[in-house]
Each structure stands twice: as C-alpha cells, then as structure tokens.
Nanobody, 121 residues
Framework: QVQLVESGGGLVQSGGSARLSCAASGTIFSIDHMAWYRQAPGKQREMVAA???????SYEDSVKVRFSISRDSGKNTVYLQMNSLKPEDTAIYYC???????????????WGQGTQVTVSS
C-alpha cells in the first residue's frame, strides 16, 4: 500500500507562482512515472505534466512553457512548479504515481487526495 501526501496550492493571483509537492510513502521498491493531473469544475481530468524514472518530461500544451515538473527519487517526491498562472489554471490538482512494490511484477497506480489551486484575475 502507498500513501500520497500533497501540499502547496491555495489562492494565487493571476501571473503569480505556486509549487505543489507530492510525497509517496509505504511499500515502495521503485516508482516508474510520476505525474500531475488537474480537474476543473465541469471538465474531465487531464494530465498536466509527467516525468519518468529516467527524468524525461512531458507537458500539456497550455502549460508547456509555464510549468515545470521535477522529482526527488531519494524522497519519492514529485514537484510541480507553476509560473505565470492564469485563471484557467484553476482546478483541483492530483498527484499520480506508478509504484512497483517488489523487484518483479507490475506497477500499480496511486492517486493523491487532490489540492485546490485557485487563480484570481
């Protein structure tokens, strides 16, 4: 079993910055990919950014030059640095990780509880 604890977010003015953190704990042999998703009211959940175990990153087009995802493998933690925030970035942000519990076997997906980011205009 794995627990994810998210922090950061809150109310931010348009043009401002915020940093989200997500720390994983529990029975973890390794973590494959780590990602951030978001869900705005009335919209489907969408992937915002992802990072693989080797450090390769990918971003949703609208955040590509404004957001940066990083990970600290030693702490099993993923970060999302969000700059130049816009009102349309307002959403609940969820952390997602794929964890291998043992050296062999498949990975399992886990989700954080979500953290609200509200960008005021």
């Amino acid at each position: 079993q794995v627990q994810l604890v998210e922090s950061g977010g809150g109310l931010v003015q348009s043009g401002g910055s915020a940093r989200l953190s997500c720390a994983a704990s529990g029975t973890i042999f390794s973590i494959d990919h780590m990602a951030w998703y978001r869900q705005a009211p009335g919209k489907q959940r969408e992937m915002v950014a992802a990072i693989t175990s080797s450090g390769s990153t990918s971003y949703e087009d609208s955040v590509k030059v404004r957001f940066s995802i990083s990970r600290d493998s030693g702490k099993n933690t993923v970060y999302l640095q969000m700059n130049s925030l816009k009102p349309e970035d307002t959403a609940i942000y969820y952390c997602n990780v794929k964890v291998r519990h043992f050296p062999v076997g498949r990975g399992y997906d886990y989700w954080g509880q979500g953290t609200q980011v509200t960008v005021s205009s």
